[in-house]
């Protein structure tokens, strides 16, 4: 069973940069995948997007595409998700996930999953 811790959240004005983190456990090499998901209340998970074992970056969501990017720390096991230019409607509770393959295959394709992180953005 393995375990991932999202930080990073907090509030910040619209305009505004949050960078979460995501620390999956349980592992000794870097050989998987990690998603970045948004979840609304009221409104279906969204997925934003994912990063593979060796780095390939798929953006699922054209709501975040050229204002969000992921990226790993290798070795470390830490896995960033960027956010710039933030906007009322990305608020929300950001979930990172362990994809099932070490490639970023479907969105539907991660078994484990962080409690979240809440991300507010307000003026």
């Known amino acids: 069973q393995y375990h991932l811790v999202e930080t990073g959240g907090g509030l910040v004005q619209p305009g505004g940069s949050l960078r979460l983190s995501c620390e999956p456990s349980g592992f000794t090499s870097d050989d998987y995948s990690i998603g970045w998901f948004r979840q609304v209340p009221g409104k279906d998970r969204e997925s934003l997007t994912c990063?593979?074992?060796?780095?390939?970056?798929?953006i699922w969501a054209d709501s975040v595409r050229g204002r969000f990017t992921t990226s790993r720390e290798y070795g470390k096991n830490t896995v960033h998700l960027q956010m710039n230019s933030l906007k009322l409607e990305d608020s929300g509770r950001y979930y990172c996930a362990l994809g099932d393959y070490s490639d970023c295959v479907r969105k539907d394709d991660f078994g484990s999953w962080g409690q979240g992180t809440q991300v507010t953005i307000s003026s």
């Open positions: 990063i593979s074992s060796l780095g390939r970056v798929r």
